[in-house]
């Protein structure tokens, strides 16, 4: 239980009081980027010092002032650092950004940076951030997006990365990118909504009915949906003509991306 908090006078960083410890939030909009990271973005240390039902009065620069229940002040002073990362990320400074980590060398630093580049797309500065903390598989996973043909595809998985499943499905619908909707939805076990996508946009019903038979089957269930039992009636699973269906999305997809970027040709 948090019983007091403050918000730092300049940037976006919050301190609180949590029953015995004094707690700092490096960069609170974490929670809503990658929540897996946030215990890396805080600072704490014990309050017990402060006797009981302390209260924050103010948070300056890298300064908290707490009042005692007797009515004393006193001062803990933070890392100066975090609000100069802010300052750096604000502006679009990357470089500086990086180059601050890399001179203060703490988990903190890196952690509070990985999350402020996802939060801003800029995933070459996440890709650096997540490794310096040991996040290979994010590493690994922005590696992909950017490998990705076109520009909504990575926008749809840059959003999907930081949690924005609804905002990633809208951008890959709006592109025409229909199937992918259906795949984020299916790779999500949304199965719900990826039939509902197939159905609106009569196409790969089949391929989300083979798909979730093949989620049932590996869980030893049988399929209970009515809306699935509706549409899987009378309807035969081809593996091989799902796959070729797959096949010609993707094909379609680079040649869509080959389209929109001719190669220049210099004579």
């Given amino acids: 239980m948090v019983h007091t908090l403050a918000w730092n006078d300049t940037c976006n960083i919050l301190c609180g009081l949590q029953d015995t ?3 700092v939030w490096y960069y609170p909009n974490t929670v809503y980027v990658d929540r897996d990271i946030l215990p890396k973005t805080l600072y704490e240390r014990d309050a017990s010092e402060f006797s009981k039902n302390p209260r924050i009065v103010s948070f300056v620069g890298n300064q908290v002032t707490i009042r005692r229940a007797d009515g004393s002040l006193v001062h803990i002073s933070i890392s100066p650092y975090p609000a100069i990362l802010h300052e750096y990320v604000s502006s679009s400074k990357w470089e500086d950004a990086v180059r601050l980590c890399r001179f203060v060398k703490e988990q903190t630093m890196w952690a509070c940076l990985a999350a402020m ?3 801003n797309r800029d995933m070459t500065t996440a890709e650096i951030a997540y490794a310096a903390i040991g996040e290979i598989d994010k590493v690994q996973y ?3 997006i950017k490998s990705l043909p076109s520009k909504e595809s990575k926008m749809a998985h840059i959003l999907l990365f930081s949690g924005n499943i609804q905002e990633a499905e809208i951008v890959l619908l709006q592109a025409g990118l229909v199937y992918q909707a259906i795949q984020i939805n299916i790779n999500l076990y949304n199965w ?3 039939l509902e996508l197939a159905v609106k946009y009569k196409t790969h019903v089949d391929t989300v ?3 979730r038979q093949k989620f049932l089957e590996t869980f ?7 809306r699935y039992l509706h549409y899987a009636e009378g309807l035969q ?5 799902i796959k070729a269906k797959i096949e010609m999305e993707i094909q379609k997809k680079e040649s869509n991306h080959q ?9």
């Fill in 117 to 119: 580049a996802v939060a």
């Fill in 21 to 23: 410890r004094f707690i």
């Fill in 192 to 194: 719900e909504r990826a």
């Fill in 259 to 267: 389209a929109a970027n001719p190669a220049r040709v210099w004579v």
């Fill in 142 to 144: 922005i590696n992909s």
């Fill in 237 to 241: 699973i081809d593996w091989e003509k």
């Fill in 220 to 226: 030893g269930k049988q399929e209970t949906n009515k």
């Fill in 209 to 211: 009915l083979a798909y």
